[in-house]
């Protein structure tokens, strides 16, 4: 079992960056495939990026692509998602998640682990 916990978020305005972190604890990042997600208020979450277990393959959702960036550092046992350019749409909450499987999938279902989300706020 894993452990996850974000954090990075804030208060930025539209234009800005933020790095969101996800820290793990338990056992080692490296066996998952992992994702973020995010949530607007009253919504389901919906998928935001998703990275292979040794980083070399990663996959966006279409409204953030070119804008963010999912990596990982194994060794840190921390996966980063770079968020540029931000957009008031993108205000919501960001959860990171842990998948034992090895594709990268946009299901939330079948990611078995999730931290706590961190809150990211873009005003215009």
């Known amino acids: 079992q894993v452990q996850l916990v974000e954090s990075g978020g804030g208060l930025v305005q539209a234009g800005g960056s933020l790095r969101l972190s996800c820290a793990a604890s338990?056992?080692?990042?490296?066996?998952?495939?992992m994702g973020w997600f995010r949530q607007f208020p009253g919504k389901e979450r919906e998928f935001v990026a998703g990275?292979?277990?040794?980083?070399?393959?990663?996959y966006y959702t279409n409204p953030v692509k070119g804008r963010f960036t999912i990596s990982r550092d194994n060794a840190k046992n921390t996966v980063y998602l770079q968020m540029n350019s931000l957009k008031p749409e993108d205000t919501a909450v960001y959860y990171c998640?842990?998948?034992?499987?090895?594709?990268?999938?946009?299901?939330?279902?079948?990611?078995?682990?999730w931290g706590q989300g961190t809150q990211v706020t873009v005003s215009s």
């Open positions: 998640a842990a998948d034992r499987g090895p594709f990268i999938t946009t299901i939330e279902a079948n990611y078995e682990y």
């Open positions: 338990g056992r080692t990042v490296s066996i998952y495939t």
């Open positions: 990275i292979s277990r040794s980083g070399g393959t990663t």
